[in-house]
């Protein structure tokens, strides 16, 4: 393979901005929940990259054939990786699809065949388009790529910051992540924040049912996250994390109480019994291993079921947060019995057919 740009590719990032930017000029896209890849094509070779320099090229060969097809001879195009559902994206059915065996690797392909949404290109024919300005480079990708295949697609772009936060709203439960806002004079530049990202974020009262130690061994890394349901069963919902190094050492001293007994009347007491058990890897137990762990050690703490704990988060999917949590506050106002799945506010879904023929694209 002998292209203007070569992989590794380290892509372009985007800052976390709270509301919608609206400098004149600006243009927007939808923020895509799913794996970002860089695509490059030389005549027959293709190669899927990830934004971690992970190859994805092996777990997504039914995208190597369609891309085959919709893409230019020599091109690098950045895009995202999703998978479709009737009820929007899927990112569990997603991260199912690296799998070790290659025969699960063509089930799933089958069963659950990956989408690529295109949304920059980086190089065309003996071009090296980095240093073009983005509008440039999108004029372009338009002229190349060939969305009559299916789950081929050209992210959608506005100029009108009335229709991104339309679109911010109004296809949330679709799965989009959020809206980009992108500078139409800016160049690619790798691994930079030269974008900006606006994301669905929002709060939750949830039962603080545990914690990990931070890998430092010196300070609470993470604290462990129950919700429960309509008949009381209470599940792991996820985590919340990112405390600084004096919030953690903070945390060792204001949960060391509720570390007395903690198991004797736990809820996942049986998950904590399993945690040194290898066969223990089902996702849903917080000290359970799994694929995606990279081996790294997730056994936990119990802590008494007395704690609450105001938590921002973005979305829920299958029944859990889809990213980590940030812990806003304690409440010792709130009872653990009060955090239930019906405090969330989940928008209603919506059909990914009629985003893309609101926005002109196949």
Not at 6 to 19: G, I, N, Q, S
Not at 91 to 112: C, G, I, M, W, Y
Not at 121 to 130: H, K, N, P, Q
Not at 324 to 353: H, I, K, M
Request: proline share 7%; net charge negative.
């Amino acid at each position: 393979m002998e292209l203007p740009v070569m992989p590794p590719v380290r892509p372009m990032l985007a800052t976390l901005v709270r509301d919608l930017p609206r400098s004149p000029g600006l243009l927007y896209e939808p923020k895509w929940d799913g794996f970002r890849c860089i695509v490059f094509r030389d005549g027959d070779e293709i190669e899927l990259g990830s934004r971690n320099d992970r190859p994805l090229t092996r777990y997504f060969p039914e995208l190597v054939d369609l891309l085959t097809d919709a893409l230019p001879q020599r091109c690098v195009v950045d895009g995202e990786i999703i998978v479709v559902t009737e009820n929007g994206l899927d990112f569990d059915a997603l991260q199912n699809r690296l799998h070790p065996a290659a025969s699960r690797v063509r089930k799933l392909a089958a069963e659950t065949p990956a989408s690529f949404v295109a949304f920059d290109v980086l190089a065309l024919d003996d071009r090296e388009l980095t240093a073009e300005p983005f509008a440039t480079r999108r004029r372009l990708l338009e002229t190349v790529l060939d969305t009559a295949f299916a789950r081929v697609h050209l992210t959608p772009l506005t100029d009108d910051p009335e229709v991104a936060r339309d679109w911010f709203t109004r296809f949330e439960g679709a799965g989009f992540d959020g809206v980009m806002a992108k500078d139409p004079t800016l160049p690619y530049q790798q691994d930079k924040r030269a974008m900006w990202k606006v994301k669905h974020e929002r709060t939750a009262d949830c039962v603080v049912a545990g914690f990990r130690w931070h890998k430092d061994g010196k300070g609470i890394g993470s604290l462990l996250l129950g919700l429960y349901d309509d008949v009381g069963t209470l599940h792991h919902v996820g985590v919340a994390s990112g405390f600084s190094a004096a919030r953690r050492a903070e945390l060792v001293d204001e949960l060391r109480p509720l570390r007395q007994g903690a198991l004797d009347e736990h809820p996942w007491r049986d998950w904590a019994a399993a945690a040194g058990d290898p066969s223990a890897t089902a996702g849903r137990m917080p000290g359970g291993l799994s694929r995606w762990s990279g081996g790294k050690d997730l056994s936990w703490e119990p802590l008494r079921i007395e704690l609450v704990a105001e938590v921002r988060y973005e979305h829920v999917q299958a029944g859990r947060f889809r990213h980590g949590g940030r812990l806003v506050r304690f409440r010792p106002d709130r009872t653990p019995g009060s955090c239930t799945y019906s405090q969330l506010d989940e928008a209603a879904p919506a059909e990914l057919t009629a985003f893309f023929a609101e926005a002109g694209t196949p």
